[in-house]
């Protein structure tokens, strides 16, 4: 088969087509939306009629691909990290209702928060779920593991996960790919009440899940994942898992001979590899990206073993991605030295981009709030959360998806009033819609602002559930029409819209005010595409 | 053979279409390469970077170790300096000198070409004008590819097959506007050394 250059993102999303998918279902997040995307630009896929539609968030995604598996197809989720917190009443149960066709769920964590608001480690949240957890250490593994994940899903009957960290999902290799394998047919599963999670099945379920532990177990020690590699040196013992063992190789392939290391790919971590390092060695070295998890499981509480090294230590920093000169420096190895830093260089953050709806929005909300002053604008995820930084410096939160309307509701119960709430329409129909209703029912006193840009802005423009339904969606939840508003946020109507803003404010109930603007980048890219199309442009 | 490229520029800049070039040159050399890549927030504008590594045997770690990179290839002045901790004491500096202005305490553009000279090995050009001389001023990107090629160990003929299957869907004639602005930035470093 041909050898591709993929992303680990785009490794995934390759190997779950080959490995039989019928459908992926996802929400957009940094560093997990490429599989998606992937998907739905793969003529293969189209061809054979995988289901690949964004779902309105991770956790009807999550249950729209556990009703696939209940159906008997393979399906697979993708999320990011956080995102698994929306997905997680699901993701539980799943491993309690077990699967019919293979379920895969895909987390992607963020270690050093590149675009997210904290580095939560997902292996925690499989460990929590007992099921299984592949880690790729790279892009062909990547492959791999979506590749065969589906069958381990099934052979175990419980959902398994695919953890990844952005270095490996926004990292470029060579991927060997497989066979393409056959969808499965539709068939209900054998056990009608397999899914019906009632405490006495599910008591039956739980127990069954509890036995397949010493499956789990003893799969992870044959897995052709994990691998124990000896050395001669008896003194300091390696245990690297997923990506880190590339940081490792990074700085001993010239001498692979000397340590000896384990490398786990596969958990639950393999009980007899371990047993076997550690009574070879010393001392015990753990690598991994994220929470020191695996280095707390053989340490444990009483830490009265040999010793050993990691994140909890000081060996490696507590927080942050892994990298080579990390790992050297864990090694006591010497790290190669660069040039410094000048002093003229300065900080860069992201910025909303010139032509951006939001500027405006801003703009005209601060001057809209002066008589009240500052501190009672509670904002949420996505590109208006850039806001907070100058020359705006509007928004005083940003928690995660959908609880800006939520905080505002609250602040304004304990006497914050007005209290604005300032939310993408995306995010508004990922969860901002049930707050809303709170809102609705207790006539709050809260200013709610829906700044609706017409798509996913901040992970690249993906297609929003919101999109020509938020008017209607606010009246359906009960809005009062009549503090209800929509605006159009440019320049030269600035005056009118602080106008409307200042009344709304002032009212002492719910106002939903919805500043509608096509985002500047799919707006960009879509006249580029309707002047290519007209065959005028070449660029 | 082994080359270890940093590439950094501001969001929205294009540096992926310079990985990109360089990426399908190093496949045709048959060649290993692992690239990473900045996705997200800080594509609004931020400063991003790329480590592209290319070597005849397997790569480890999809992180350039620092120290190690054999080229800093910038598309803008200030950004080439914010990853010199990464420039291996014998690696080349390559910038473009026209700044990408959008802070507001953006540096005077004398102090940061001041700091560019200090690094024993730079090649610092307006690619700008280059790309607008031979009369393609969207291709200023591809000049910077051609600036730094003389410090990336792959045929030249592979960077031009690399640039016309890039570039292949947009017709002949950005194909040639591109493989000129190649020439023109290998040609200044050339003429520079």
Redesign the interface.
């Known amino acids: 088969m041909n050898n591709l250059?993929l992303?680990g993102d785009e490794a995934i999303a390759q190997g779950a087509i080959d490995g039989g998918i019928s459908g992926i279902y996802a929400y957009p997040g940094?560093?997990s939306?490429?599989i998606m995307e992937y998907v739905q630009a793969s003529k293969q896929a189209a061809e054979l009629k995988i289901h690949c539609k964004w779902s309105a968030n991770e956790k009807t995604a999550m249950e729209a691909a556990l009703g696939m598996s209940y159906a008997g197809k393979r399906a697979i989720v993708c999320f990011k990290h956080v995102g698994l917190n929306v997905a997680a009443d699901a993701f539980v149960n799943a491993a309690i209702t077990g699967v019919n066709g293979g379920l895969v769920v895909l987390s992607a964590d963020d270690p050093s928060m590149?675009?997210s608001q904290n580095e939560q480690d997902s292996r925690f949240y499989a460990k929590f779920a007992m099921i299984p957890t592949l880690e790729p250490s790279n892009q062909q593994e990547a492959y791999d593991m979506a590749y065969t994940a589906f069958e381990l899903s099934e052979k175990l009957n419980v959902p398994v996960m695919i953890r990844i960290t952005t270095?490996?999902a926004?990292?470029?290799?060579?991927v060997q790919r497989k066979a393409v394998k056959q969808q499965n047919k539709l068939s209900l599963p054998s056990n009608p009440r397999q899914f019906v999670l009632l405490p006495a099945i599910a008591k039956v379920n739980y127990k069954k899940l509890l036995d397949t532990q010493a499956i789990m177990n003893t799969l992870a020690e044959e897995s052709e994942y994990n691998r124990l590699i000896k050395g001669s040196d008896t003194k300091l013992g390696i245990i690297a898992c997923g990506?880190a063992y590339?940081?490792l190789?990074?700085?001993i392939?010239s001498n692979v001979n000397h340590y000896n290391v384990l490398k786990i790919s596969q958990y639950p971590i393999p009980h007899k590899q371990i047993k076997e390092l550690y009574s070879l060695c010393d001392e015990l070295l753990v690598l991994e990206d994220g929470y020191p998890i695996v280095e707390e499981m053989i340490r444990g509480f009483l830490n009265n073993g040999k010793t050993i090294h990691g994140r909890l230590d000081g060996s490696i920093p507590r927080d942050g991605e892994l990298?080579?000169?990390i790992v050297?420096k864990a090694l006591g190895m010497a790290?190669?030295?660069?040039?410094?830093?000048?002093e003229?260089?300065?900080?860069?953050?992201?910025?909303?981009?010139v032509g951006c709806g939001h500027r405006d929005v801003f703009t005209d909300l601060n001057v809209a709030l002066q008589e009240y002053g500052t501190g009672r604008v509670f904002s949420d995820i996505g590109?208006y959360t850039?806001g907070a930084l100058?020359?705006f410096s509007a928004v005083n939160s940003c928690v995660d998806m959908g609880a800006s309307i939520t905080m505002a509701k609250g602040a304004a119960d304990a006497g914050l009033v007005p209290a604005v709430a300032l939310i993408g329409d995306s995010t508004f129909t990922h969860s901002g819609m049930t707050g809303l209703l709170d809102a609705v029912i207790e006539n709050s006193s809260i200013t709610v602002i829906i700044s609706d840009n017409s798509t996913a802005g901040?992970?690249?423009g993906q297609a929003s559930s919101a999109l020509g339904r938020i008017v209607d969606i606010c009246k359906g939840i009960g809005v009062d029409p009549n503090h209800l508003k929509v605006l159009s946020p440019i320049k030269k109507n600035h005056e009118e819209n602080v106008r409307i803003l200042k009344e709304e404010l002032a009212y002492n109930g719910l106002s939903v005010i919805i500043p509608q603007r096509e985002c500047i980048q799919t707006f960009a890219r879509r006249k580029k595409a309707e002047r290519r199309a007209a065959g005028k442009d070449?660029? | 053979m082994k080359a270890d490229i940093i590439l950094a520029g501001?969001?929205g800049q294009g540096i992926l279409s310079i990985a990109a070039g360089i990426?399908l040159a190093a496949?045709k050399s048959n060649l290993?390469?692992?690239?990473?890549?900045?996705?997200?927030?800080?594509?609004?504008?931020?400063?991003v970077q790329s480590?592209l590594r290319i070597s005849d045997k397997p790569?480890?770690?999809?992180?350039?170790?620092?120290?190690?990179?054999d080229l800093i290839l910038s598309v803008e002045p200030?950004?080439s300096?914010?990853y010199?901790?990464?420039?291996?004491?014998k690696?080349w500096l390559v910038t473009n000198t026209i700044p990408f202005e959008?802070?507001?305490?953006?540096?005077a553009i004398d102090?940061?070409l001041a700091?560019v000279k200090?690094?024993p090995n730079h090649i610092a050009l307006d690619a700008d004008a280059i790309a607008k001389d031979i009369g393609s001023a969207?291709s200023s990107n591809i000049v910077m590819l051609g600036a730094a090629s003389p410090f990336i160990d792959i045929p030249f003929e592979k960077l031009q097959e690399g640039i016309r299957e890039l570039f292949g869907r947009?017709?002949d004639?950005?194909v040639e506007a591109n493989l000129k602005a190649l020439k023109a930035g290998r040609d200044y470093t050339e003429k520079s050394r």
Request: charged share 20%; net charge neutral; with cysteine.
């Open positions: 250059l992303l940094t560093p939306t490429e590149h675009s270095r490996m926004h990292s470029r290799a060579g990506i590339n940081y190789m990074e700085n392939s990298n080579p000169a050297a790290v190669s030295e660069g040039f410094p830093i000048p003229v260089v300065r900080k860069r953050p992201p910025s909303l981009c590109c850039l100058p020359p901040m992970t690249g070449t660029d | 501001v969001g990426g496949v290993y390469i692992k690239q990473s890549e900045v996705h997200g927030m800080s594509q609004r504008g931020g400063d480590h790569i480890s770690s999809d992180l350039i170790p620092q120290g190690q990179a200030m950004e300096l914010r010199l901790p990464f420039l291996s004491k690696g959008n802070i507001p305490d953006y540096p102090q940061i700091e200090k690094v969207k947009k017709g004639e950005v």
